[in-house]
């Protein structure tokens, strides 16, 4: 095979895997209860497939190709265990597959009973948002480590052991059992599409891919859960923000704020289906943090149709996200929106009480006060703040655009 060859089967494998991870291990998981024994399947696939593949050629179903070659080691690896008599079910879960389902394109997807396995309250609730985007969505380490600052392998394996060794079962819990674990569940789905948010720099396809997931795992669990107001509120959130997609950069990929957006360019059916949801979460009467951010992005899909931000009521919004949800974010959040509707002086005071140590890494904070200082002409402190911003600001786009800010 010449180098091109080879480089585009390598490539192909990537994406593969990049695509197929979480629901292969998902799907596999579903047989074996054991969550570790299955990414290990998976790795040796994906080290059998760099093998092969540039060898023999790509395979009609490189998806498909993977599971079978899983399952066959998860195979090997029931026969090698002690508890013989106890993996005989196991081993004919995985010798019985019916053979459409390996040939078929689309596999059963379990990665949202996957969701709620690894929210098992058995697991350390810390571990649960980064084990579920590790397992159930694929992540590396890399990514997960940066939006959480855990060491995901020791966080990962440690989680799965807890699964395996503690006997908790691959299933779906009651009904009585799902309200326990939704939070960490959406946490979960909201992070990922967070995650993918960020990468979506205009000509990142896993961005874009990770957001769209997220949405899609979420009206899933629409269908699982259709009482509960917060699952609506999560998707009318996303969707919210997914109808400014386009918005975001402009053709030169320059970095567009929300507050500079051509509104015209906002996706109207997605601005629909959001109010939609929301509507129906809000006549529930059970107001929660998903809905309140939901609202917020309503109140700035407004100008699409006013030509203008109500800020007041984005600022009332905000007070009643903060009795419910402190963080860091959503404090920030409210400073920029008081400024707005009271003044760049009442926002800085609400800047003021947050605490610094804090705030040290948070860019966003950083960029709010930068901009505010700015508003009142003290260009010194906005020149340092901008500089904090700069310094934390990950996308090219946006350091060049406070880069110009600054000037």
């Given at each position: ?73 998860l195979i090997d690896l029931v026969r090698h ?133 997220a949405i899609w795992l979420a009206q899933v ?9 917060e699952v609506r509120g999560l998707l009318a ?171």
């Open positions: 095979m010449s180098g091109s060859a080879q480089e585009s089967t390598h490539r192909t494998i990537e994406r593969v895997a990049r695509e197929s991870y979480g629901r292969l291990v998902a799907y596999l998981s579903s047989h074996t209860r054991d969550v570790a024994s299955a990414e290990d399947a998976l790795s040796d696939a994906l080290v059998k497939a760099l093998t092969t593949w540039p060898r023999d050629g790509l395979p009609q179903n490189p998806e498909a190709w993977l599971l079978t070659t899983a399952r066959h080691s265990q002690q508890a013989a008599v106890a993996s005989e079910p196991t081993l004919l879960l995985l010798r019985e597959e019916p053979r459409e389902a390996i040939l078929s394109p689309e596999f059963p997807d379990e990665r949202l009973k996957l969701l709620f396995v690894c929210a098992h309250p058995a697991i350390d609730p810390a571990m649960h948002t980064p084990l579920m985007l590790q397992t159930v969505l694929g992540l590396d380490a890399a990514r997960i480590a940066h939006a959480f600052l855990v060491s995901p392998t020791t966080m990962g394996q440690r989680a799965k052991t807890k699964i395996r060794d503690g006997g908790i079962q691959f299933e779906v819990p009651q009904q009585r059992e799902l309200p326990q674990r939704l939070d960490a569940v959406l946490e979960a789905i909201y992070a990922a599409f967070g995650i993918g948010w960020d990468d979506m720099a205009g000509v990142d396809q896993r961005g874009r891919d990770l957001a769209e997931e669990l629409l269908q699982l859960m259709p009482w509960e107001a959130l996303m969707l919210h923000c997914e109808a400014r997609r386009a918005a975001r950069r402009g053709p030169d990929g320059r970095f567009v704020p929300l507050s500079e957006q051509d509104s015209q360019q906002w996706s109207l059916p997605l601005i629909e289906e959001a109010e939609r949801h929301l509507a129906e979460a809000s006549s529930r009467g059970r107001t929660g943090r998903f809905q309140l951010e939901a609202a917020i992005q309503s109140v700035h899909a407004e100008r699409a149709r006013s030509g203008r931000t109500e800020w007041v009521a984005i600022m009332l919004f905000y007070e009643h996200l903060i009795r419910i949800s402190p963080t860091l974010g959503t404090r920030t959040g409210y400073a920029a929106a008081v400024a707005e509707a009271k003044g760049p002086e009442a926002g800085l005071a609400v800047l003021g009480t947050i605490d610094l140590g804090s705030v040290s890494g948070y860019q966003p904070y950083w960029a709010v006060r930068a901009h505010l200082l700015e508003r009142l002409g003290k260009t010194s402190e906005a020149a340092d703040a901008f500089d904090r911003a700069i310094g934390l600001a990950e996308d090219p786009a946006v350091r060049q655009f406070l880069l110009q800010r600054r000037g």
